[in-house]
């Protein structure tokens, strides 16, 4: 029999938004046309403002004691991870337009940034599951790109698994599908298709 539980645990940690989006980036980068090193510098451009350096930022409020976990429960405790997140997230938009990334690496990288925002904003007032915003983005974005609809799995594998944790209400992750899949759809969706 499986405990329930453990097998949420881990879907959340195995799907974890930050690791998605690290897939979801070189996903996005096999779409481009150009040359192979312009490629792949715009791919560690968008890796680092977005993977890398908000995650070091978590490791280390982490270590240092000042979250209980790397999940961040808390909703003030993610205020300034997300204002990070987001800030990191909006420089690399800017470097990706300077250096002229393929249409869809930038795109997605503005999709990130605006759901950053968005988040940050969000939790300001309320905790909403970033869990479920994130898979649900990149959902909307694999959809968007390859029609590939069994993305939907492993986006309601986590908004499952963080019910099952009691991480966060069917409302929090209810809004944060919504938001994710919305904001994928709109920005990334439209950019992408223009």
Known sequence: MIDKEKFAMHISRVLNPVFVLGVVIVLVSFEASGSGTWIVLCV????????FAPWSIVLYMRRR???SELFIPERHDRLRPLFFFTASSWVGVGILYFIHSPPALY?????VAALGTISLLITMRWKI??????LWAACG?????????????????????RLVLQAHSVSQVLVGSI??????FLIFGCMVNA
Not at 44 to 51: G, K, N
């Open 141 to 161: 974005v694999v959809i968007a790109l390859y029609g590939g609809w069994w993305a939907v799995v492993p986006a309601g594998l986590v908004s499952w698994a």
């Open 65 to 67: 004691g000042e979250i």
């Open 44 to 51: 560690l451009v968008a890796l680092f403002f977005t993977v």
């Open 129 to 134: 599951s970033l869990h479920a915003m994130g």
């Open 179 to 184: 938001v994710g899949a919305g904001i994928a």
């Open 107 to 111: 795109a997605l990288m503005v999709c």
